[in-house]
């Protein structure tokens, strides 16, 4: 009868979170021999610490995966909006002058004479705009209107040019490589 008391009280005590999460624990905690001290191995730490770093590696790769692609569509969408920001500064009245521009500042076109060639166009953050334009050009031998659009977040840069005859590529060109940023 004894027996069985002990059996019934072990019992009542298991079904207590707390208790039973003492016990999990010292099941995988072992006792070393020598000192009698229970903890985790020298292995069993390193191993964790490995399977933190790859998963760390595997995050941080994603991670910069998609800010790389997030920043080339930034770049692609500032060329568009450049190329109809150049559409209404041709069609205008008057042609404005030849410009060799590049600007690496967040905001609008600051030089009045590339604000000519690009009105309303406004430069995002962490982008640098080189816009090249000569009206001079008007034969299929030169280029008119050259943009490029590089977002210092990612390793791609997107460029697009015309040439003097008003022909030029449908798609906008992707290249990719290093280059300084501001």
Not at 89 to 105: E, F, K, M, V
Not at 147 to 156: M, P, T
């Amino acid at each position: 009868m004894v027996i069985a008391s002990q059996t019934l009280s072990l019992y009542c005590v298991e079904d207590d979170p707390n208790v039973r999460a003492i016990l999990l624990l010292r099941t995988f905690m072992k006792t070393n021999k020598r000192t009698g001290h229970a903890g985790f191995t020298l292995i069993e730490l390193l191993v964790c610490i490995a399977l933190i770093g790859v998963l760390a590696y595997l995050g941080l790769s994603s991670f910069w995966t998609y800010r790389s692609s997030a920043a080339l569509s930034v770049a692609q969408q500032t060329l568009r909006n450049a190329r109809t920001s150049v559409e209404a500064g041709i069609n205008s009245d008057t042609l404005p002058p030849a410009i060799s521009y590049t600007q690496t500042t967040q905001g609008r076109i600051t030089d009045p004479d590339a604000g000519q060639y690009l009105p309303s166009m406004t430069v995002p953050k962490n982008v640098r705009l080189v816009a090249d334009y000569d009206p001079t050009c008007d034969d299929g031998t030169c280029q008119s209107d050259s943009l490029e659009i590089r977002h210092c977040l990612g390793k791609q840069f997107v460029s697009w040019y015309r040439m003097g005859d008003g022909l030029g590529p449908n798609l906008p060109i992707v290249a990719s490589g290093s280059f300084p940023c501001p």
